[in-house]
């Protein structure tokens, strides 16, 4: 098995995560997350609006360095995957392309709105959950069994709906 390629079995995945964020909690006495990096760049952005002047940016700490660290992973495992490509606009039936492109402005402006509520919701990242849940925290754990409860709802949801659409389709 070549391991940059290969499947990893998510028992060795879980295995490292978790030695991953023991590691964190040691070297930075603090747990990984981007809860701390977002309220930093989200003072600056106030800042600069209030001022309504361009400030000096934030320091490049650890925190701050997290988020662009993660920009440029995901960028940089596409790009290696093969599967990067620049795209402008969703793939549409019948739609203008006017419309296209404002519906796939929208929806990423949509969802990483929705993405940085659920964070700000949790009080932290996913991550920084499984941070607080290696050190005993309870809510984390009550955090992290409502996540997996919903989730196994929807998955069967979509599933049986999936199922139900092929069914339909078949008649």
């Known amino acids: 098995m070549n391991i940059v390629t290969g499947k990893w079995s998510f028992y060795i995945n879980g295995?490292?995560?978790?030695?991953?964020?023991?590691?964190?909690?040691?070297?930075?006495?603090?747990?990984?997350?981007?809860?701390?990096?977002?309220?930093?760049?989200?003072?600056?952005?106030n800042t600069a609006v209030k001022d309504k002047a361009i400030n000096p940016p934030p320091a490049l700490d650890w925190q701050t360095g997290f988020l662009c660290g993660i920009f440029i992973g995901a960028l940089a495992a596409s790009i290696i995957s093969g599967k990067w490509k620049i795209r402008f606009m969703?793939?549409?039936?019948?739609?203008?392309?006017?419309?296209?492109?404002g519906k796939s402005i929208v929806f990423g402006l949509a969802g990483g709105f929705l993405v940085m509520?659920?964070?700000?919701?949790?009080?932290?990242?996913?991550f920084g959950q499984?941070?607080?849940?290696?050190?005993?925290?309870?809510?984390?754990?009550?955090?992290?069994?409502?996540?997996?409860?919903?989730?196994?709802?929807?998955?069967?949801?979509?599933?049986?709906?999936?199922?139900?659409?092929?069914?339909?389709g078949d008649k």
């Open 15 to 45: 295995a490292l995560i978790a030695l991953l964020i023991v590691f964190c909690l040691y070297l930075f006495d603090d747990s990984l997350g981007m809860g701390d990096g977002m309220v930093v760049v989200s003072e600056y952005c």
């Open 90 to 101: 969703q793939d549409a039936e019948g739609d203008g392309i006017a419309i296209t492109i």
């Open 117 to 126: 509520l659920g964070l700000q919701l949790a009080g932290d990242t996913f």
């Open 130 to 168: 499984w941070a607080a849940a290696i050190q005993m925290s309870s809510g984390a754990w009550i955090f992290l069994i409502s996540s997996f409860g919903i989730s196994t709802m929807v998955a069967i949801l979509m599933e049986r709906r999936k199922e139900g659409a092929k069914a339909g």
